[in-house]
T-cell receptor
Framework: EAEVAQSPRYKITEKSQAVAFWCDPISGHATLYWYRQILGQGPELLVQ????????DSQLPKDRFSAERLKGVDSTLKIQPAELGDSAMYLC???????????FGPGTRLTVL | DQQVKQNSPSLSVQEGRISILNCDYTNSMFDYFLWYKKYPAEGPTFLIS?????DKNEDGRFTVFLNKSAKHLSLHIVPSQPGDSAVYFCAASKETSGSRLTFGEGTQLTVNP
């Protein structure tokens, strides 16, 4: 069964350092999403791509976060500089164009010290 | 502004009995609703969904009910099994075109043998 791949699974960094997360969506899924989940809360959308274009980044803290999907396949989410409050699970999801069902990867657990 | 709320942080049921998880929403523009299950250290797994044109959708042991007038949906699991123990998230989207999901806070379900 096809799955969304994410790496790394865990990342520990110090504040003010840069971190990057990678996501490879299910093959053929044109829509890719990055979510952040803080412990005890539901996931919140950071950015949504349709192919290589950003269609929704209204909740992305653009002063420190950036995301790209250069070839419309895999994607990278970067934080620079990391802050203590960025500690969370970062989830990537993908869906077929026009579908409302999103499939999630295993996530990257970020701890900022 | 919490547009999707799951008011019960936890629920405990006996194996073989029915589990009922509840979800309320405030945004009348939501027209598609999903339930996800999440195990620790894993990403959410899609369970079942329902469009606003329906009031019930069933898939095996899982049934989702939608009451649009009350802006309320529920997930019924019957019979409950110990492997169903997980965090369950309710999610909603507006316009059925792969738009962002708004998640509730989650309910921890524990099924006791």
């Amino acid at each position: 069964e096809a799955e969304v791949a994410q790496s790394p699974r865990y990342k520990i960094t110090e504040k003010s350092q840069a971190v990057a997360f990678w996501c490879d969506p299910i093959s053929g899924h044109a829509t890719l999403y990055w979510y952040r989940q803080i412990l005890g809360q539901g996931p919140e959308l950071l950015v949504q791509f349709q192919d290589e274009s950003v269609v929704d980044d209204s909740q992305l803290p653009k002063d420190r976060f950036s995301a790209e999907r250069l070839k419309g396949v895999d994607s990278t989410l970067k934080i620079q500089p990391a802050e203590l409050g960025d500690s969370a699970m970062y989830l990537c999801a993908s869906s077929l164009q026009g579908s409302d069902t999103q499939y999630f990867g295993p996530g990257t657990r970020l701890t900022v010290l | 502004d919490q547009q999707v709320k799951q008011n019960s942080p936890s629920l405990s049921v006996q194996e073989g009995r029915i589990s009922i998880l509840n979800c309320d929403y405030t945004n009348s523009m939501f027209d598609y609703f999903l339930w996800y299950k999440k195990y620790p250290a894993e990403g959410p797994t899609f369970l079942i969904s329902i469009s606003s044109i329906k009031d019930k959708n069933e898939d095996g042991r899982f049934t989702v009910f939608l009451n649009k007038s009350a802006k309320h949906l529920s997930l019924h699991i019957v019979p409950s099994q110990p492997g169903d123990s997980a965090v369950y998230f309710c999610a909603a989207s507006k316009e059925t075109s792969g738009s962002r999901l708004t998640f509730g806070e989650g309910t921890q379900l524990t099924v006791n043998p």
